[in-house]
């Protein structure tokens, strides 16, 4: 009887121990990781700079303000196979790339003509 009383005073008290532990260990932590990310955003300001110059001849910043109908559509001329199956991030990176090789084929062909004989 008296044994049976000490192990459940035991584990009452293995328990709070835990709940304790747990609280140390996981709760503060993400309380104090939860401040000081609200600290963080709160100094920044969530405006986008005015759209100039570098909109409209950087390529990544044209294709991160479209939306995915235009992605899709710019995909569709740029004759790119499976466009409609992708996901806007990946949707813009093919585009991207395949854009990039474009203009450097093109440049090579304008090179080639350039070139003396």
Do not use: C, T
Not at 1 to 10: A, D, I, P, S, V
């Amino acid at each position: 009887m008296r044994n049976n009383k000490l192990e459940k005073n035991l584990e009452r008290a293995r328990i709070n121990l835990y709940n304790i532990l747990a609280i140390l260990i996981v709760i503060i932590p993400e309380l104090f990781a939860e401040l000081i990310y609200s600290i963080e955003v709160s100094q920044h300001k969530a405006k986008l700079p005015n759209e100039g110059e570098a909109w409209d001849k950087d390529i990544e910043l044209k294709l991160s303000k479209m939306n995915i109908y235009e992605l899709r559509l710019m995909a569709k001329r740029l004759s790119i196979h499976g466009y409609s199956n992708e996901d806007r991030n990946s949707l813009i990176r093919r585009i991207n790339r395949k854009s990039k090789k474009r203009i450097k084929w093109k440049s090579l062909k304008i090179s080639d003509i350039r070139k003396p004989l």
